[in-house]
């Protein structure tokens, strides 16, 4: 192994130990729940507003183009995995079922386009609150 | 009457395609100008230049 070999690898940022602290956890339940808040809690404002910014962003226009948000059901696979990614959206997702806000059924195509950005915007949302858990334990800055 | 907002396939896949790439900048990436690099080639290159090609691809296979 060459001299340049090893001090590139030398170079290249280490994951420090994952801790699991009280922070990293209200990180991930607060970025769940309202969008771009574990990122806000950690003082990463920019971050955090481009994230929220987008989610609900992406929530409202599905919302717009009357898109369905699922109900916990256990029938057809879709429908399943469309609750899944909704409930990912956390406080919008509850906010959504309490105020009974989407559409009933997906009989146009925009309903369907809005019915997929509901479902995004709810697994955009798990990426952005692990991405805020992952700050708090240190493995990213 | 419940009025819904009507955007062709093309715009809703635009828009799609913008704060998806945000969120993949931001959640990815571990610098500032990482992020924008790395949002930038989603957006361009694998979101709008995958959605041209498909358009494409989906042209020849009709004609």
Not at chain 1, 29 to 57: C, D, E, N, T, Y
Not at chain 2, 17 to 42: D, K, L, W, Y
């Amino acid at each position: 192994m060459t001299k340049t070999e090893t001090d590139t690898s030398a170079a290249q940022p280490v994951a420090t130990g994952a801790a699991f602290t009280k922070m990293s956890a209200l990180a991930l339940v607060v970025g769940w729940l309202i969008p771009g808040g574990g990122h806000f809690i950690q003082k990463k404002w920019i971050r955090g507003f481009l994230l929220m910014g987008s989610v609900v962003a992406m929530f409202a226009i599905g919302l717009a183009m009357q898109g369905k948000i699922y109900q916990p059901n256990a029938g057809d696979l879709l429908d399943i995995l469309g609750f899944i990614g909704d409930f990912g959206a956390g406080g919008l997702y509850i906010l959504g079922r309490t105020l009974e806000w989407g559409g009933t059924s997906i009989s146009f195509a925009a309903a369907d386009y809005g019915t997929k950005y509901i479902v995004v915007a709810g697994l955009l949302n798990i990426m952005s609150a692990v991405d805020a858990y992952h700050i708090a334990i240190g493995k990213k800055q | 009457m419940i009025l819904a907002m009507q955007i062709s396939h093309f715009t809703a896949a635009a828009i799609f395609a913008f704060f998806v790439s945000i969120v993949f900048g931001i959640t990815q990436r571990n610098t500032p100008r990482e992020m924008v690099r790395c949002g930038a080639i989603h957006f361009v290159g694998w979101f709008m230049g995958g959605m041209f090609l498909a358009g494409w691809v989906m042209w020849l296979l009709h004609h």
